[in-house]
T-cell receptor
């Protein structure tokens, strides 16, 4: 079946602009995760959704970052007033949400803030 | 703070050489352990995982890893590498008290010379 998809694959924006990144998880997966992969920080967790529970936002680096998940499926990560240090690859992953399980990753969105 | 360490940042091997990549984590509780691989231009893919049971786990493409609880380690091995194994390898740990998110090591870039 289809894997995790993300759009856009690349995004170039100007400092101060808002951006929205989209993630379509694997069908039927109730758990969805956002991670960020950057040169200086490696791969770091941002936010986690599980079903209808309140998301775990403990990894969000600042209040300029937010995410929502509509209808338990598609998720959007929004970065407001982008800064150059936000440049990174933003990865989405999903899992079945049943406990011990594997996270399956999408191809990522490469964000460049000029 | 809970962390995952990969000691080798860059490894260069000739084809047919043996490979061992180190991974250590700092958490005393129950863990789920993963190795992911990122081939050039591709997204993260699961190589192998450990949840419980036999501490020696076998994954795809001839890779295996051994969980040594007393050493907080989960080293990745392959007896004979191929040029196609050139990639970046990430150790990831789900630490039970941190929810379902993964904590990643810094990655190891492996280059296999033909």
């Amino acid at each position: 079946g289809a894997g995790v998809s993300q759009s856009p694959s690349n995004k170039v924006t100007e400092k101060g602009k808002d951006v929205e990144l989209r993630c379509d998880p694997i069908s039927g997966h109730t758990a969805l995760y956002w991670y960020r992969q950057s040169l200086g920080q490696g791969l770091e967790f941002l936010i986690y959704f599980q079903g209808n529970s309140a998301p775990d936002k403990s990894g969000l680096p600042s209040d300029r970052f937010s995410a929502e998940r509509t209808g338990g499926s598609v998720s959007t990560l929004t970065i407001q007033r982008t800064q150059q240090e936000d440049s990174a690859v933003y990865l989405c992953a999903s899992s079945a949400g049943t406990g011990q399980e594997t996270q399956y990753f999408g191809p990522g969105t490469r964000l460049l803030v000029l | 703070a809970q962390s995952v360490s990969q000691h080798n940042h860059h490894v260069i091997l000739s084809e047919a050489a043996s490979l061992e990549l180190g991974c250590n984590y700092s958490y005393g509780g129950t863990v789920n352990l993963f190795w992911y691989v990122q081939y050039p231009g591709q997204h993260l893919q699961l190589l192998l995982k450990y949840f419980s049971g036999d501490p020696l786990v076998k994954g795809i493409k001839g890779f295996e890893a051994e969980f040594i609880k007393s050493k907080f380690s989960f080293n990745l091995r392959k007896p004979s590498v191929q040029w196609s194994d050139t990639a970046e390898y990430f150790c990831a740990v789900n630490m039970g008290n941190a929810g379902n998110m993964l904590t990643f090591g810094g990655g190891t870039r492996l280059m296999v010379k033909p």
